[in-house]
T-cell receptor
């Protein structure tokens, strides 16, 4: 059974640009969550999507946005990139109902120059 | 953002030794999870706990969900070199509007052969 797939694995951008990251969940999983991992702040929740609707949002500025498609694949977008946005962005999927655990992809390493 | 208090931050042990790490929170969670992350990879789920007082094993790993629902511990018995990595606890609060994971800061485990 294929795991969570994130693309691209690595990305280099400059300040002011925007970026789109992609996540394909485990087959049959309908919930996709995004997390930011940095050495200073650790793993921080960004948002969760279920059935194409955002149903939970973390404490990040509006520059961070996402969406989910009918096949449960999800994208997150960061606009007007800042140096502090350099991080590992992780996607996790779960069945979506109740307390089924979240399974993570290997992340996209975003570096801002 | 909110994080769980995870300790110790790092451990250096000899192969064959037992390891114990724990997480505490000021908030109640109704699910506790333990993940392991290795360099260049996303967190991998080790154990999920769903009821206060629950004790669950996965091979050499044993984890418990604290009675107060505000803490959890993970034990690794007879450590081996491949146990090296960062171990994260995560609390999950199931809500009708979705769920999010709140992570501890991680325990960096080094095992000397």
């Amino acid at each position: 059974k294929a795991g969570v797939t994130q693309t691209p694995r690595y990305l280099i951008k400059t300040r002011g640009q925007q970026v789109t990251l992609s996540c394909s969940p485990i087959s049959g999983h309908r919930s996709v969550s995004w997390y930011q991992q940095t050495p200073g702040q650790g793993l921080q929740f960004l948002f969760e999507y279920f059935s194409e609707t955002q149903r939970n949002k973390g404490n990040f500025p509006g520059r961070f946005s996402g969406r989910q498609f009918s096949n449960s694949r999800s994208e997150m977008n960061v606009s007007t990139l800042e140096l502090g946005d350099s991080a590992l962005y992780l996607c996790a999927s779960s069945l979506g109902a109740g307390s089924q655990p979240q399974h993570f992809g290997d992340g996209t390493r975003l570096s801002i120059l | 953002g909110q994080q769980l208090n995870q300790s110790p931050q790092s451990m250096f042990i000899q192969e064959g030794e037992d390891v114990s790490m724990n997480c505490t929170s000021s908030s109640i969670f109704n699910t506790w999870l333990w993940y392991k992350q290795e360099p260049g990879e996303g967190p991998v789920l080790l154990i999920a706990l769903y009821k206060a007082g629950e004790l669950t094993s996965n091979g050499r790993l044993t984890a418990q969900f604290g009675i107060t629902r505000k803490d959890s511990f993970l034990n690794i018995s007879a450590s081996i070199p491949s146990d090296v990595g960062i171990y994260f606890c995560a609390g999950q609060l199931r809500e009708t509007s979705g769920s999010r994971l709140t992570f501890g800061e991680g325990t960096q485990l080094t095992v000397n052969p």
